[in-house]
T-cell receptor, first 109, second 113 residues
């Protein structure tokens, strides 16, 4: 079975402060991990995936297999980062994408 | 190129009524899926399809039916709506099964009274 845990339902951060959204997963094989984001009145969209090892909108996430984590980080929060963030996992050879419960990030001006 | 189109955007039903949520994509995607989004529960997979004529159950399939007669369309049917099915429903697709990036529809908000 594959499971994704996002321990924080709500997170408020001041503008300019660092942001970290936590994601832990449970999966016995080699997972693929993703972060999806839903801005207000917009569709859910991919933010980044671990295999790309890229930075999108200043966000990065590193897959830590030892801690089974894939935390999303940004050094300086911006107001436009306010959104709902979902961590997601796909198992190797599996078509299904399993989402976490989501974290609503609010950036305080 | 419309992407993933869901209709209706909003719907109110009475308990016991039936309805179909429509999902269509024009990207020739083989894989299509339905999720429901509930506060505190995240996105949960209802049903999915890896191609025309093939469907399978996700995490929360009870109370829902699907079919995939064409590559483009993947309707979700509620046979006898219950208040527990009040939710926001998202259709999502990707080019091939197992591909990484899902393209989502705008969502359909369903209220069952």
């Amino acid at each position: 079975a594959q499971r994704v845990t996002q321990p924080e339902k709500l997170l408020s951060v001041f503008k300019g402060a660092p942001v970290e959204l936590k994601c832990n997963y449970s999966y016995s094989g080699s997972p693929e991990l993703f972060w999806y984001v839903q801005y207000s009145r917009q569709r859910l969209q991919l933010l980044l995936r671990h295999i790309s090892r890229e930075s999108i909108k200043g966000f990065t996430a590193d897959l830590n297999k030892g801690e089974t984590s894939f935390h999303l980080k940004k050094p300086f929060a911006q107001e436009e980062d306010s959104a709902m963030y979902y961590c997601a996992l796909k198992g190797f050879g599996n078509e299904k994408l399993t989402f976490g419960t989501g974290t609503r990030l609010t950036i305080i001006p | 190129n419309a992407g993933v189109t869901q209709t209706p955007k909003f719907q109110v039903l009475k308990t016991g009524q039936s309805m179909t949520l429509q999902c269509a994509q024009d990207m020739n995607h083989e894989y299509m899926s339905w999720y429901r989004q509930d506060p505190g529960m995240g996105l949960r997979l209802i049903h999915y399809s890896v191609g025309a004529g093939i469907t399978d159950q996700g995490e929360v399939p009870n109370g829902y039916n699907v079919s995939r007669s064409t590559t483009e369309d993947f309707p979700l049917r509620l046979l006898s709506a219950a208040p527990s099915q009040t939710s926001v429903y998202f259709c999502a697709s990707t080019r091939v099964p197992g591909a990484n990036v899902l393209t989502f529809g705008a969502g359909s908000r369903l209220t069952v009274l």
